[in-house]
DNA sequence: ATTAATGTATTAAATGAATTAATACAAATA
DNA sequence: TATTTGTATTAATTCATTTAATACATTAAT
């Protein structure tokens, strides 16, 4: 369910993180759902169990899951995650937006790009 | 006129980099303008002299000077820096407006972005 | 109460990319 | 031909990120 690729250059709390998304946004683990425990997803993918706590705290920190000590962590039980993704997403572009302006591009000219690159979307 | 902070924690090449973009932009140096050889400036600012060349090489790179061997580096000859910095930050912004809408925003939800934090400019 | 299961916190080790340095090379000029 | 200049290559260093080792705190079950 959860896999690693202990080589690969992306970190492991990453490929973490990118799974539970994925299975989310999928869904294959809908909200209110359990996920395993941090020492046995840790043994079972093979890595120390401060690394899943890493990506569970991130995750926790960006609001798709919930966790709460002797319990166990769940999925956020009002989450859509591509809704939070979008989020998210929007959140870098409101900050691409200001950089731009501090560089001299006008609001006019951003749109002008945004329009070149969407194409009327 | 080169001043740099050996502590910052930002690279000794890149406080080159702004020193040579800001003089330029306030009109300190004009086009065709020559720059210290790179020995002279590493001397001048205690700094070992590839990282002066680095600072160069990038600075030719993005078009803000020409540098030949056995003459020295120089302002670019139709340089003005604000345009290179705002061509500069437009390819970003493409960038990001890219990866916005990978990530699911329309355009139209990014000229809203773009409007909202520009509000009409 | 006690124990076991869980997430959390703190600190240290390891990894790897970015930065700087040491040195040698190549081209242009005087 | 000697000097001045930028360039290239390689190695050392630095530093943030990542992972690991270990101990702690809270909840639930018995």
Partial sequence: MFQVDPVSRVPIYEQLINNVIRLTAAGVLKPGDRLPPVRTLASEAGVNPNTVAKAYRDLE??????????KGSFIHPELTANATLKREAAQTFREACLSARNSGLTGTELKTIVDDICKGG
């Fill in 61 to 70: 920190a960006r609001g798709f899951i919930c966790s709460v000590v002797g």
